[in-house]
């Protein structure tokens, strides 16, 4: 089929969103145009150099598929014309909700050569989430996959009906084809491959730099996430200065586990695979098969996440250790026995990030001691990345060595969140930093200042690496009849780090079944990752000397309740 260049496309500039899309500073803007941390072009263009530089080089291996980097372009270019052709228009957001897999890939890029705005929600998520960031961003497209446990593709029909501007449904495996729908993998396929070229051409044409690349979402620690707008001026850069910072060139192959689009999957796998020539190894949280899959491909580096630290220190690790050069880890503190597990100061180098859907990126130095590299999470990664540690509440620095409140700002730090004026103005101090909610100090070894990460203000639970807001879902659980009252906390668990915990006050002092709570969850359509997994009545809670629930008391309870007994 050949299609003719499309004439008179709108401008996808960031006008159309207004005030809701708080700009950067000009200031700050020219210093990072300056000092080359942003680029003034589209991702896609960005990509292209990366296509053109290695065009038969591997771009993405899965455990069913592969691409080059040629191949990956081509195709990319007919779902983009595929996705313009069904109705989309430059500009139009588009929901994500698909797990590794090579068309997620395919989609993601296609999507952004058409000018439109892939939203990364998760899979997990439910109409309760769903429902707010479609509606937050105006979603017109909506990408499912099919053949979960969860029938999203019937999910994502729901949700359009009623909505205002919900049209579009793109499925990932469903290559039949349901009603209303239409297959990512016939998506622009009898589309010629010039054809598909000229019409990302002309659309790329019209991008404007500072315009929306992508939404992201906050972990979420008031209500439902936060949306979190990523620029073309940022995005590519803030991955290839991930990619830099660990020596990646076109000779590394990184294996990637949790989320692909997850803002560590995006800007930690996939983009800083990609500004540098890299084979992306797309595996799935499933160890087994993802061992297997590294170990295959002789995966060379690879970001592990808590959830999966145990994981690592079992003998399936040994599968894929003797082809490892680089192993990153995130989302807890590292024990030193990992720590050695995975690097053994010669053949395997091991080290730390912090980093968040907001901006800051924290990794681990190359060049930094082994002391340095297991007990603090690095230094940012930008040169103009700025870090200020607060006294909570306030905006008076701490000194070196003490623990405050760790706020940033710099070239891939947002400024404020998408429409949410009342919100930033809390979120942020009145210079610009944003506020992280993370408890932090400055560590100094060897006349080097590395930020080590101590807890947290806000109150999320991280349940491998799902982030929770525990007041969300406490919102939700009162709203259940014989609730009186309820204090979410995390319980620790030695597989995801941290789980879900729902201390209650029932109206009748009668305690509920997990069958009954779990129901009431399933009714208001909260996402199952969410739901409490252990129930702790009480008939009050106690409180701290300001009134508060004291949830410190909480926590210590559960700790001391899951702890082993002496005959264990």
């Not at 989302?331 to 026995?337: L, M």
Request: charged fraction near 25%; charge should be negative; hydrophobic fraction near 40%.
């Amino acid at each position: 089929m050949t299609v003719s260049p499309p004439t008179g496309i709108s401008v996808t500039g960031r006008s159309r969103w207004g005030d809701r899309l708080v700009g950067y500073p000009a200031d700050r803007a020219q210093t990072y145009r300056r000092s080359g941390e942003w680029t003034d072009r589209p991702l896609a263009a960005r990509l292209q150099d990366t296509v053109e530089r290695f065009p038969d080089r591997p771009a993405v291996v899965t455990d069913v598929d592969s691409m080059t980097y040629a191949r990956l372009d081509i195709r990319s270019d007919q779902i983009a014309a595929g996705l313009l052709e069904i109705g989309l228009t430059p500009g139009d957001p588009v929901l994500f909700q698909a797990t590794n897999r090579m068309e997620t890939i395919l989609l993601w890029y296609g999507c952004i050569k058409a000018g439109l705005v892939p939203v990364a929600t998760l899979a997990a998520h439910r109409g309760h989430e769903i429902g707010h960031i479609s509606r937050a961003v105006g979603a017109v497209g909506h990408v499912v996959e099919a053949g979960l446990s969860f029938d999203l593709v019937a999910f994502a029909h729901e949700q359009a009906q009623d909505h205002p501007t919900l049209r579009t449904i793109v499925t990932i495996g469903d290559t039949v084809g349901s009603q209303g729908t239409s297959a990512a993998e016939h998506l622009g396929a009898d589309i010629a491959p010039g054809d598909a070229r000229a019409r990302v051409a002309e659309v790329q044409s019209t991008i404007d730099p500072l315009d929306v690349v992508a939404f992201q979402l906050s972990g979420g620690t008031t209500g439902v996430p936060k949306v979190i707008p990523r620029l073309h001026v940022e995005y590519w850069d803030n991955a290839r200065l991930y990619a830099g910072r660990l020596g990646w060139s076109e000779q590394t192959r990184v294996a990637h586990l949790i989320p692909i689009i997850h803002n560590a999957g995006i800007s930690c796998g996939l983009h800083a695979a990609h500004s540098v020539g890299a084979c992306l190894v797309l595996a799935t949280a499933d160890v087994t098969q993802a061992f297997a899959l590294m170990a295959r491909e002789r995966a060379t580096d690879v970001l592990i996440g808590h959830g999966h630290y145990q994981a690592v220190a079992s003998p399936a690790f040994d599968l894929v250790r003797p082809y490892l050069h680089t192993v990153v880890l995130s989302g807890a503190k590292v024990a030193r026995g990992l720590f050695d597990r995975v690097d053994d100061g010669e053949t395997r180098w091991a080290g730390q990030l912090f980093g968040m859907s907001e901006g800051l990126f924290t990794v681990s130095r190359r060049d930094s001691p082994a002391q340095a590299r297991s007990t603090t999470v690095g230094t940012p990664i930008a040169d103009h990345d700025e870090i200020r540690i607060l006294e909570p509440s306030t905006e008076s620095d701490v000194a070196d060595g003490e623990v405050g409140e760790l706020a940033c700002r710099g070239p891939y730090t947002i400024p404020g969140y998408f429409d949410a004026p009342e919100h930033n103005r809390s979120a942020f101090t009145s210079d610009g930093f944003y506020r992280t909610g993370d408890l932090a100090t400055m560590v100094a070894i060897d006349g080097v200042r590395y930020l080590s990460i101590e807890g947290r203000i806000k109150d999320l639970i991280n349940r491998g690496e799902e982030k929770i807001n525990a007041e969300e879902v406490e919102q939700l659980l009162v709203t259940h009849p014989q609730v009186q009252n309820a204090a979410v906390v995390a319980m620790p668990d030695p597989r995801l780090g941290e789980r879900t915990c729902a201390y209650l006050v029932t109206v009748d002092d009668e305690p509920l079944s997990m069958n009954e709570i779990r129901e009431h969850l399933a009714t208001l359509g909260v996402a199952k990752f969410k739901w409490p997994e252990r129930l702790e009545f009480l008939a009050e809670f106690p409180q701290t000397n300001v009134g508060k629930i004291d949830k410190k008391r909480l926590r210590a309870d559960i700790v001391a309740k899951l702890a082993p007994t002496s005959d264990q």
